[in-house]
């Protein structure tokens, strides 16, 4: 079974840092791209990041990019968002999400539960 | 960046009935590169539909994705209880990959 479990997140303070975890388990992690999606509360779906399997190309969103890095451990199973400079609007959850194989399946088909980050003093 | 307009905030409908939501791009996504995503409140989005028109595993026939260029729509034929949810398009053809706002469809 395709399972990806999140952790890392938080209170933290505007201009703070967080790293955000993702354990994955029930395929073969190198070989998928892997991506963040937030959500603010009551919000809609934001794209943060992707990151292909090998780790050659990894693409952000204008409103995170200098400010967060996405990374992965194919040896751990594990994806992660190191967050920088935060700011309140950075408030979301974080959902780990799978893509499918192939350069043309860059759609997030498994998701995570999602954890909590907040940016508040 | 692509920007993807779902034209209804919501849609009032009752059980049984057809539901049409439509995702507008503001440029033609490349290679039909359009996904649908369901979501419930409490849970993480669910795929329903990629590249315009392909179910995603285990999701059943009575939800159809449909559209080429910059207009696409998913189809809901006949609602069951358990499809009143918020519905998402995301484009995936070129980064950013962006969503639209969602629609949400509730119960009339």
């Known amino acids: 079974e395709v399972q990806m479990v999140e952790s890392g997140g938080g209170l933290v303070k505007p201009g703070g840092s967080l790293r955000l975890s993702c354990a994955a388990s029930g395929f073969i992690f190198s070989s998928y791209n892997m991506n963040w999606v937030r959500q603010a509360p009551g919000k809609g779906l934001e794209w943060v990041s992707s990151i292909s399997g090998s780790s050659t190309y990894m693409y952000y969103a204008d409103s995170v990019k200098g400010r967060f890095t996405i990374s992965r451990d194919n040896a751990k199973n594990s994806l992660y968002l190191q967050m920088n400079s935060l700011r309140a609007e950075d408030t979301a959850v974080y959902y780990c999400a799978r893509s499918d194989l192939g350069d043309n399946s860059a759609y997030s088909h498994y998701w995570g539960q999602g954890t909590l980050v907040t940016v508040s003093s | ?108």
């Open chain 2, 1 to 108: 960046e692509i920007v993807l307009t779902q034209s209804a905030g919501t849609l009032s409908l009752s059980p049984g009935e057809r539901a049409t939501l439509s995702c507008r791009a503001s440029q033609s996504v490349s290679s039909n590169y359009l996904a649908w995503y369901q979501q419930k409140p409490g849970q993480a989005p669910r795929l329903l539909i990629y590249a315009a028109s392909s179910r995603a595993t285990g999701i059943p026939d009575r939800f159809s994705g449909s559209g080429s260029g910059t207009d696409f729509t998913l189809t809901i034929s006949r609602l069951e209880p358990e499809d009143f949810a918020v519905y998402y398009c995301q484009q995936y053809g070129s980064s950013p990959r962006t969503f639209g706002q969602g629609t949400k469809v509730e119960i009339k």
